[in-house]
């Protein structure tokens, strides 16, 4: 996570906007995920990746509440989830650095370990602190019932994502003196009418975009160590491979003149 490239500043991303719900105590994140839908099916498109609809699907959903978790998130924070889902049986892994707005994940379905049930992992890095993870047991298929279960086991209070119209998504969560009794009543429509409803006070804005940075220069930084070790069994007889991104799955091809040349650099 620490190695994210910072976000080109002619590309802002989109908006997510947060705000404190006055008398009722929740914080409310809340954005238009279609700009960032777009550029993460480009991005498959662009590397000749074809995820199951349903998989994908499941996907989108949890980079919406990933990406609102993380505009509710202190703005030095890295963080990075896995979901491990035994039906359908893939992980679902993203990352995301709030100083920098870029976000980024992919869909395992080859090499999953076998676990006892579905998992959700967080990873956070904040500032110069040491890293911290997290885990917990949910269930059920769903990325967002998933996020509750995270929230009440891990973050130690209640949280509630919603889809609205369109690509909008939403996330409210819990601060101290809430009113529980309508959060735990709350549902889609009243959100979706909530500024209407509810006296808002605005908090913050931050920009986010689909952005991993891995290239031809971080894969090679990958594979230098294994090319070391044993050349002739990393490429075999072939003069090229291909490597995935462990981040965003992105496909690179890597030749073996290349990576000659990168170790020898580095001798």
């Given at each position: 996570m620490s190695d994210t490239p910072p976000?080109?500043?002619?590309?802002?991303g989109f908006e997510v906007r947060t705000f404190f719900v006055r008398s009722r105590n929740v914080l409310l994140a809340r954005a238009d995920f279609g700009p960032l839908f777009v550029d993460y099916f480009l991005h498959l498109s662009d590397h000749h990746m074809r995820p199951a609809p349903e998989h994908a699907a499941l996907f989108k959903q949890a980079l919406a509440a990933f990406v609102l978790h993380c505009a509710s998130r202190p703005r030095n924070e890295m963080t990075a989830w896995t979901l491990h889902f035994q039906e359908p049986f893939l992980n679902i892994f993203l990352t995301g650095d709030n100083d920098t707005g870029a976000v980024a994940g992919r869909i395992f379905t080859e090499n999953v370990k076998q676990m006892p049930g579905n998992m959700f992992y967080s990873d956070v890095?904040?500032?110069?602190?040491?890293?911290?993870?997290?885990?917990?047991?949910?269930?059920?298929?769903?990325?967002?019932a998933a996020l509750e279960t995270f929230y009440r086991q891990s973050e130690q209070r209640s949280a509630r994502c919603f889809p609205l119209e369109g690509d909008v998504y939403a996330l409210v969560s819990e601060h101290p003196d809430c009113d529980v009794a309508?959060?735990?009543?709350?549902?889609?429509?009243?959100?979706?009418?909530?500024?209407?409803?509810?006296?808002?006070?605005?908090?913050?804005?931050?920009?986010?975009?689909?952005?991993?940075?891995?290239?031809?220069?971080?894969?090679?930084?990958?594979?230098?160590?294994?090319?070391?070790?044993?050349?002739?069994?990393?490429?075999?007889t072939d003069e090229k491979i291909e490597i995935r991104c462990p981040r965003c799955g992105g496909r690179h091809v890597i030749t073996r003149e290349a990576m000659e040349a990168f170790v020898a650099q580095k001798q």
């Amino acid at each position: 996570m620490s190695d994210t490239p910072p976000v080109p500043p002619a590309d802002p991303g989109f908006e997510v906007r947060t705000f404190f719900v006055r008398s009722r105590n929740v914080l409310l994140a809340r954005a238009d995920f279609g700009p960032l839908f777009v550029d993460y099916f480009l991005h498959l498109s662009d590397h000749h990746m074809r995820p199951a609809p349903e998989h994908a699907a499941l996907f989108k959903q949890a980079l919406a509440a990933f990406v609102l978790h993380c505009a509710s998130r202190p703005r030095n924070e890295m963080t990075a989830w896995t979901l491990h889902f035994q039906e359908p049986f893939l992980n679902i892994f993203l990352t995301g650095d709030n100083d920098t707005g870029a976000v980024a994940g992919r869909i395992f379905t080859e090499n999953v370990k076998q676990m006892p049930g579905n998992m959700f992992y967080s990873d956070v890095v904040r500032g110069t602190q040491p890293p911290r993870r997290s885990s917990v047991v949910f269930t059920g298929g769903d990325p967002l019932a998933a996020l509750e279960t995270f929230y009440r086991q891990s973050e130690q209070r209640s949280a509630r994502c919603f889809p609205l119209e369109g690509d909008v998504y939403a996330l409210v969560s819990e601060h101290p003196d809430c009113d529980v009794a309508w959060f735990e009543q709350l549902t889609a429509a009243q959100v979706t009418g909530i500024d209407a409803a509810e006296t808002l006070a605005p908090m913050e804005r931050r920009a986010y975009r689909w952005l991993c940075g891995c290239n031809q220069q971080r894969m090679l930084q990958v594979l230098a160590p294994a090319f070391r070790d044993d050349a002739a069994g990393l490429f075999g007889t072939d003069e090229k491979i291909e490597i995935r991104c462990p981040r965003c799955g992105g496909r690179h091809v890597i030749t073996r003149e290349a990576m000659e040349a990168f170790v020898a650099q580095k001798q």
